[in-house]
């Protein structure tokens, strides 16, 4: 099992920046596939990113291609995501998920994900 604890939310402004992190426990989390999803007020959840077991394979929902970037560390049991270019409309609780798998894939699909942090609420002010 993994447990997961993001950080890193808060209130910025339009066109501002902000990184998220996601923190894991245990041991094995370099066997994990871990995704960023958002639930923004009256919408259904919704996937952001995510990054394979390696790092060596990421996707990205269109809406934020170009703008958000995920990234991991085995090491430290982290995963990050960079969020640059934020718009109001990206005002949302992100949550980070993680499975464990023996390939190195990613996945988009919630019902694909195990495990899930309790999230971190991102407010962009225009």
């Known amino acids: 099992q993994v447990q997961l604890v993001e950080s890193g939310g808060g209130l910025v402004q339009a066109g501002g920046s902000l990184r998220l992190s996601c923190a894991a426990s245990?041991?094995?989390?370099?066997?994990?596939?871990v995704g960023w999803f958002r639930q923004a007020p009256g919408k259904e959840r919704e996937f952001v990113a995510t990054?394979?077991?390696?790092?060596?394979?990421?996707d990205y929902a269109d809406s934020v291609k170009g703008r958000f970037t995920i990234s991991r560390d085995n090491v430290n049991n982290m995963v990050y995501l960079q969020m640059n270019s934020l718009h109001v409309e990206d005002t949302a609780v992100y949550y980070c998920?993680?499975?464990?798998?023996?390939?190195?894939?990613?996945?988009?699909?919630?019902?694909?994900?195990?495990?899930w942090g309790q999230g971190t609420q991102v407010t962009v002010s225009s």
């Open positions: 990054v394979s077991r390696t790092g060596g394979n990421t």
């Open positions: 245990g041991r094995t989390f370099w066997t994990y596939a």
């Open positions: 998920a993680a499975v464990q798998r023996f390939t190195d894939t990613v996945y988009r699909t919630e019902n694909s994900y195990h495990y």
